[in-house]
């Protein structure tokens, strides 16, 4: 959450869960939650079964798996998006408390970002400050408390990752508490390789907050407060600027990487940039406080969430029109194409609800809550923040 940037989400009431007599704060990318912390949901998921049965439609889809990221609950789902059956949920970020001579966990990851490469899952862990890394093949549906996971320490409130094309790094958005002058943003680069911080590049008059590169992997562009900024991926430097976007959000490159999409959730528009320039070249009208988007993999279409409209905006690239609206309500902040193209993944921040639209018509073919139990508000509060998939099945 960005303290004080317009367009930033309010505290929800909602949200707020005190354990044991004490307030959990954990600040996500899209509102300042109090958070169900493990302290307590571990009493839950102790008698919790390996699969879930799921509170709405089920769905068919090509096979593979999708990874989502949820902060409210310290956790990710792992689900078969060949029938939106949550296989499992997973800790994530979480450390053991040390100095205390007992294997005690702290449940304070709060896992805002997920980027997927190379058969690695990679959250921002904004909680603790560190970069999860947990590769899938290790996943057990057992071991759902510890899965096998690396921490890495990077910069403060880390808010997204994404990962170069080559798979050789990870790119961590530092937002920073945003509580004083200059800020503590910056840009954490992890070695895929050896899993630590190899580079650091300081933003102190703003905050990173989404990461895209173009697909050749020269460069990085970085939404914050302050615009966007590109960086070069071969000397972690600005390169480039574009100011007046609006408070942006959400940033896609298309597949020839000659456009970069922003979101400017202040007025309500889709920055349509140059890449060749850094200009605007043009700015299309889309629902309200979108935030995150995706791009279709020939460049035809792009995607926007519209949290405060409870829509997707379907955008044609050649014309830079919006020439259909997805209705989606429960806040949906995050999106995701299957590999194939052929299914749209939307996550609803406030609802817990996963739906799952087809490409081709824009029709929904499923949903799914992303917490466990059956109940129809089973994901409350869970915050499905980020969304990754893969055409590899998740374990079973």
């Given at each position: 959450?960005?303290?004080?940037?317009?367009?930033?989400r309010?505290?929800?009431?909602?949200?707020?869960?005190?354990?044991?007599?004490?307030?959990v704060?954990?600040?996500?990318?899209?509102?300042?939650?109090?958070?169900l912390t493990?302290?307590?949901?571990?009493?839950?998921?102790?008698?919790?079964?390996?699969?879930?049965r799921?509170?709405?439609?089920?769905?068919?889809?090509p096979?593979?798996a999708?990874?989502?990221?949820?902060?409210?609950?310290?956790?990710?789902?792992?689900?078969?998006?060949?029938?939106c059956?949550?296989?499992?949920?997973?800790?994530?970020?979480?450390?053991?408390?040390?100095?205390?001579?007992?294997?005690?966990?702290?449940y304070?990851?709060?896992?805002?970002?997920?980027?997927?490469?190379?058969?690695?899952?990679?959250?921002?862990n904004?909680?603790?400050?560190?970069?999860?890394?947990?590769?899938v093949?290790?996943?057990?549906?057992?071991?759902y408390?510890?899965?096998?996971?690396?921490?890495?320490?990077?910069?403060?409130?880390?808010?997204?990752?994404?990962?170069?094309p080559?798979?050789?790094?990870?790119?961590?958005a530092d937002?920073?508490?945003?509580?004083?002058t200059?800020?503590?943003?910056?840009?954490?680069?992890?070695?895929?390789a050896t899993?630590?911080?190899?580079?650091?590049?300081s933003?102190?008059?703003?905050?990173?907050?989404?990461?895209?590169?173009?697909?050749s992997?020269?460069?990085?562009?970085?939404?914050?407060?302050?615009?966007?900024y590109?960086?070069?991926?071969a000397?972690?430097?600005?390169?480039?600027?574009?100011?007046?976007?609006g408070?942006?959000?959400?940033?896609?490159?298309?597949?020839?990487?000659?456009t970069?999409?922003?979101?400017?959730?202040?007025?309500?528009?889709?920055?349509v940039?140059?890449?060749?320039?850094?200009?605007?070249?043009?700015?299309i009208?889309?629902?309200q406080?979108?935030?995150?988007?995706?791009?279709?993999?020939?460049?035809?279409t792009?995607?926007v969430?519209?949290?405060d409209s409870?829509?997707v905006s379907?955008?044609d690239?050649?014309?830079?029109?919006?020439?259909?609206?997805?209705?989606?309500?429960?806040?949906?902040?995050?999106?995701a194409?299957s590999?194939?193209?052929?299914?749209?993944?939307?996550?609803?921040?406030t609802?817990?609800?996963?739906?799952?639209?087809d490409?081709?018509?824009?029709?929904?073919v499923?949903?799914?809550?992303?917490?466990?139990?059956?109940?129809?508000?089973?994901?409350d509060?869970e915050?499905?923040?980020?969304?990754?998939?893969?055409?590899?099945?998740?374990?079973?």
């Amino acid at each position: 959450m960005n303290l004080g940037i317009p367009g930033g989400r309010p505290v929800t009431p909602a949200r707020a869960a005190i354990v044991g007599g004490t307030a959990v704060v954990a600040a996500t990318a899209v509102t300042l939650s109090l958070t169900l912390t493990h302290s307590a949901a571990s009493t839950a998921q102790a008698g919790k079964p390996a699969s879930a049965r799921l509170s709405a439609s089920s769905c068919t889809g090509p096979a593979g798996a999708a990874y989502i990221a949820l902060p409210g609950y310290q956790a990710f789902d792992a689900v078969n998006t060949a029938n939106c059956d949550l296989v499992q949920q997973y800790n994530v970020g979480d450390g053991q408390v040390p100095n205390t001579g007992t294997s005690d966990t702290s449940y304070d990851s709060s896992d805002e970002g997920v980027a997927l490469a190379n058969g690695t899952l990679y959250f921002a862990n904004t909680g603790n400050d560190t970069l999860s890394i947990v590769p899938v093949a290790d996943l057990t549906v057992k071991n759902y408390a510890n899965p096998t996971e690396t921490l890495v320490p990077v910069g403060q409130d880390p808010e997204a990752v994404a990962v170069t094309p080559d798979g050789s790094q990870a790119w961590v958005a530092d937002a920073g508490p945003q509580t004083g002058t200059p800020s503590l943003g910056a840009i954490s680069v992890v070695s895929t390789a050896t899993d630590t911080v190899t580079s650091t590049l300081s933003l102190p008059q703003t905050d990173p907050r989404a990461i895209a590169f173009a697909p050749s992997g020269s460069v990085a562009y970085v939404t914050t407060g302050a615009g966007l900024y590109v960086i070069s991926t071969a000397t972690v430097k600005v390169i480039g600027f574009v100011p007046g976007l609006g408070d942006p959000q959400g940033v896609a490159v298309s597949p020839d990487g000659k456009t970069v999409y922003v979101t400017n959730t202040a007025r309500n528009l889709v920055d349509v940039i140059s890449a060749a320039s850094n200009q605007v070249t043009a700015a299309i009208p889309v629902g309200q406080l979108p935030w995150q988007l995706a791009v279709s993999a020939n460049g035809s279409t792009v995607y926007v969430a519209d949290g405060d409209s409870n829509a997707v905006s379907v955008i044609d690239a050649a014309s830079g029109k919006v020439t259909g609206t997805i209705a989606d309500a429960g806040d949906p902040v995050s999106v995701a194409l299957s590999p194939d193209g052929s299914e749209l993944w939307v996550g609803g921040l406030t609802s817990g609800i996963v739906s799952v639209f087809d490409t081709s018509n824009d029709s929904l073919v499923g949903t799914f809550n992303v917490g466990y139990g059956g109940e129809a508000n089973a994901g409350d509060g869970e915050e499905p923040t980020g969304i990754v998939l893969t055409t590899t099945p998740p374990p079973s």
